[in-house]
């Protein structure tokens, strides 16, 4: 509980009605890891509550913000099913807006003019360094006369902070959250040439967009405590918060390139991972259900509660994420991934044949460029290049025995993996070989590679003459009487 001279906010329980959540990004970049994070949360929470999820673009930074990162943006979102319900809002356009209400809280008397100039502010900077102690701005404007205004002098309009007790949030993840009111600043909400700062304009737009519970990173705590000053000199309603701890590298440093943290394009351009895949990863990282770790986008609609998001940080781990990849990639359509991975095969590419053969590459695969390297040998052009390995099982009497496998599965009626395993089984038994002795050698000669799915999936999938010619290529021509 707080003190006397507290505010609290209360977050909702159970099952709020009309929930509205929403996800802001700034267009400085790419959206990265723990922003996708933060917008599959909103969207899950809305969707569990039959809610509504909006997206915001806080393009206020003019300096910064560029029509390639909001394209960037969409596009990530696009690919994981998270753009917004309704047209995104576009922060910098409500500019005026936020400038009316700046108003109101001046003429309420809940905010005032401030005419310290740059000097001034950085000498009371430096004077709180040199003595070791917080700045805490103390502007004799806050309480003057407006007579005592000058005139035509540049101005900021700060935020009357309050200054004495405590304030609580009731946070949905952190619990209750406690700060002294004189840790409060007197922020600035309009700058000297009158736009809006972040911290009034993101308060007004959650507002006008009736958003009733702000899900983001916990970076943005105290910055609750700030706004709250806005929305209570508004009279506005408070929102619900839920601040989720931010993503950390394996080794529990902060979350930099070298862990992962990269655009969510880099994951499926570069690394040709599974948008269900990272649905799934993402959810894991601070939220569960249970043991389960393999959930559905539909499974965590229904599931999806903000009080069981942890309080402590999570840790990426990009191993996991390519085993989780793995598993969705067996469980995908089989036309799907032939399309997908098409696009990663230089050259003209059979999409009827890689999905026909997707069945046993994917088996093999974590990734889609594991995919599109486990494909490449049906479709590269005779004569086959041979990597190191191969180059070495095709010995002089591997050749040779490569034209006796010739001779023996043209043989062969009805090219379907029984019927050729039957018949190269048989030749193994009569020349008291291994199958693999046959199987090594084929192999090389089928893919150019000593890896790749089943020899006679191989087989099958490349056809007779394909397959025939392949290994006619490679092998020495059978004496008489050795076929």
């Not at 986008?297 to 990426?316: L, N, Y």
């Amino acid at each position: 509980m707080a003190s006397a001279g507290s505010s609290a906010v209360t977050g909702h329980g159970g099952k709020p009605a009309g929930v509205v959540t929403r996800f802001a990004p700034s267009p400085t970049g790419y959206l990265h890891i723990g922003g996708a994070r933060t917008a599959l949360f909103n969207w899950l929470f809305a969707r569990a509550n039959a809610g509504k999820y909006l997206l915001r673009i806080e393009d206020t930074d003019r300096a910064r913000s560029t029509d390639e990162a909001i394209a960037a943006i969409h596009d990530g979102l696009g690919w994981l099913g998270l753009g917004g319900d309704e047209a995104p809002v576009m922060q910098f356009a409500r500019s005026a807006r936020h400038g009316e209400v700046a108003a109101a809280l001046l003429a309420g008397g809940h905010a005032y003019r401030c005419y310290l100039t740059s000097e001034e502010l950085t000498a009371r900077r430096e004077a709180a360094q040199a003595e070791r102690r917080p700045f805490r701005l103390v502007s004799e404007w806050r309480d003057a006369d407006a007579s005592a205004a000058p005139a035509g002098v540049p101005y900021v309009v700060r935020i009357k902070a309050p200054r004495g007790g405590e304030t609580t949030i009731d946070d949905l993840v952190q619990g209750t959250v406690t700060v002294s009111n004189a840790e409060i600043d007197d922020f600035v909400l309009l700058r000297s040439d009158g736009t809006p700062t972040y911290m009034l304009a993101v308060v007004v737009d959650d507002h006008d967009m009736g958003v009733t519970h702000v899900i983001r990173g916990d970076d943005h705590l105290n910055n609750a405590f700030r706004q709250l000053a806005i929305i209570k000199g508004m009279g506005w309603d408070v929102p619900a918060y839920a601040h989720i701890p931010l993503i950390h590298g394996s080794d529990g440093a902060k979350l930099s390139k070298r862990h992962g943290a990269l655009g969510v394009d880099a994951y499926r351009d570069g690394m040709g991972i599974l948008p269900e895949a990272m649905l799934n990863y993402l959810l894991r990282l601070g939220w569960g259900h249970g043991d389960d770790e393999i959930i559905s986008r539909e499974q965590a609609a229904q599931w999806f509660d903000i009080a069981d998001v942890g309080k402590g940080p999570s840790r990426f781990d990009l191993k996991k994420l390519e085993n989780l990849n793995g598993h969705y990639l067996r469980e995908a359509d089989d036309l799907r991934l032939a399309a997908l991975v098409a696009q990663r095969i230089a050259g003209r590419v059979d999409t009827d044949l890689l999905a026909r053969a997707m069945p046993v590459l994917k088996v093999r695969a974590r990734d889609l460029n594991e995919l599109a390297a486990g494909a490449g040998f049906l479709f590269v052009k005779r004569p086959l290049a041979l990597d190191a390995k191969a180059e070495a099982l095709l010995t002089a009497e591997a050749r040779d025995l490569l034209g006796r496998i010739a001779a023996r599965l043209g043989a062969v009626t009805g090219w379907t993996s029984e019927p050729l395993e039957a018949s190269l089984k048989a030749m193994a038994e009569e020349l008291g070989l291994g199958l693999g002795k046959l199987a090594q050698p084929l192999r090389a000669a089928l893919t150019g590679q000593a890896n790749s799915p089943g020899i006679f999936d191989v087989l099958v999938l490349l056809g007779r003459d394909e397959s025939l010619a392949r290994i006619a290529a490679q092998a020495l021509l059978p004496a008489p009487g050795h076929a």
